[in-house]
């Protein structure tokens, strides 16, 4: 008994995920008494109320708007000039720019964090001869290590990089 309630709890389910591509369901009990889902009414069945509605009927697209003049597909047309709501928050040039102070110091202190890392870095890493260590007896992992720091050095300094440009980014 138990496993048909269970079937029939699964197929309930199966049955409302697929609600989306079938817009009703009925529940219908077959001549043992089952319960029977299906998407067509056959004798006594009751609509299920799947809380689906069907989609709304597609549109035709939005034509692309037509330039004057040019060469038709060629030409691009004007972005539209972008405004801003009068109802839109301002900020105070003076907040502002001391969020911006704010912000080039944090930046800072991470662009000093990475330099003293890529220092660090390069000094165990010796020129591409790192001293080995105790259990890189085995020259594969001494390669694989040297492989590894050389990934970390070139990660770091990309790293730099990108934040000596937010730097340079801020007003």
Known sequence: MTNIVFHGAVAM????LCASAQAQIYRCTDANGR?????????KCQLIDTGYSSPPAASAPIPAPRSS??????????????STPSSFPRVDNVVQRARDDERREILGDELRIEERKLLDLKKVFNNGEPERQGNERNYA????????????????ERNIEALRREIGNIR
């Open 13 to 16: 389910f199966a049955l409302l």
């Open 35 to 43: 319960p029977l889902y299906t998407d067509v009414k056959v004798g």
């Open 69 to 82: 003049g040019g060469s038709g597909a060629a030409s691009t047309p004007a972005p539209a000039a972008a």
């Open 141 to 156: 992992k001494y390669q694989e290590r040297v492989a590894s720091m050389r990934d970390e050095i070139s990660r770091t």
